[in-house]
């Protein structure tokens, strides 16, 4: 009896006792890989990954603009703000997982928003376009892998993209900002991921001098969202109007309160996380049935960013 006879029929080669995966990725999610996914800006948060500043922001004492930031951030307040910021999250009964570089981290690391985008199946990895930031991807794609999330593609080529700049309008829908973070070939790239599943992607341009699109456009419900005047790509409106979104608008304040008023995290249906002490936005939340929940964060924004950008979504409720 020939070799290939004996393998014949047995389970390793398709016989009795083999059993076809036959589940797609996204019926996985929760089985073989973690619970981790998103579809939504504005459904229920359950769980955000973070990283906790330390010493890497002594760099910014030394030359705080050659590592883009606005002035140099005392470590201790700075650290301080960010565990309340993570406790606050738990209030909210939202899991907080961390970074824990495995080497020592980039002075930007903690802004973990723009190091992945988060999908129904898994996460699109980041690029950051600076060379300040390369790299900090590699932290991120190894906790991402721990914790049991899929990473369905990296970013290849001249591509640089930051997930700051990408959000879900609805199950099916996503938008990509193209601007000094995320570049065509990233638009490119993006869209054959929606085409292969089947999800739309809106892309558009982004004002010159302006960072991600979660500076201009924040969603806080199914059908409300808020834009900064001026400054939001029109498309943008108009695609959230045709699928029947409120577009409230910001009121009209100095650009730097605005900036740090808007970094927020939405952490469920009109309930949204920003920073302490813009008592003039808030209101204007308000009067849309937004709740605001509150930390300080006056350290951290030196560094050029505040809640929105500090947070990585990992995991909202589904519909």
């Known amino acids: 009896m020939s070799s290939q006879q004996e393998t014949f029929r047995t ?39 973070l990283h906790r500043p330390g010493d890497e922001l002594g760099a910014s004492l030394e030359d705080h603009d050659a590592v883009q930031m606005l002035a140099p951030v005392d470590l201790g307040k700075a650290q301080a703000q960010h565990d309340a910021m993570a406790e606050a999250y738990r209030a909210n009964g939202v899991i907080v997982h961390y970074v824990d570089p495995a080497e020592r981290p980039s002075p930007n690391q903690m802004f973990c928003a723009d190091l992945f985008f988060m999908t129904h199946e898994g996460a699109i990895l980041a690029r950051p376009a600076s060379t300040v930031r390369a790299g900090e991807e590699r932290q991120v794609q190894r906790r991402l892998a721990d914790l049991g999330v899929p990473i369905l593609r990296g970013l290849s080529g001249r591509a640089t993209f930051e997930g700051a700049d990408a959000m879900w309008f609805d199950e099916t829908t996503i938008i990509v900002g193209r601007g000094l973070r995320t570049n065509s070939a990233t638009i490119e790239q993006i869209w054959q991921y929606a085409l292969d599943a089947s999800l739309e ?29 001026r400054l939001t790509p029109h498309a943008a409106v108009e695609a959230l109007r045709d699928r029947g979104y409120e577009v409230g608008f910001l009121p009209d304040l100095d650009y730097t309160s605005l900036g740090r008023a808007f970094n927020v995290v939405t952490l469920g249906p009109r309930r949204i996380l920003m920073v302490a002490g813009y008592p003039e936005v808030e209101r204007a939340y308000e009067a849309h049935g937004v709740e605001c929940v509150t930390v300080e ?23």
């Open 11 to 49: 389970a390793a080669y398709g016989g009795p006792g083999w059993s076809q995966r036959t589940q797609s990725l996204a019926e996985e999610i929760g089985g073989v890989w973690g619970s981790f996914s998103v579809d939504s800006e504005w459904r229920k948060l359950q769980a955000v990954l």
């Open 201 to 229: 992607l809106i892309a558009v341009d982004m004002p010159y001098g302006t960072m991600h699109l979660m500076g201009m456009l924040r969603i806080f419900d199914r059908n409300l969202a808020m834009a900064w005047p």
């Open 297 to 319: 964060a006056d350290e951290l924004v030196k560094a050029a960013g505040a809640v929105g950008c500090l947070t990585g979504i990992l995991s909202r409720q589904r519909g």
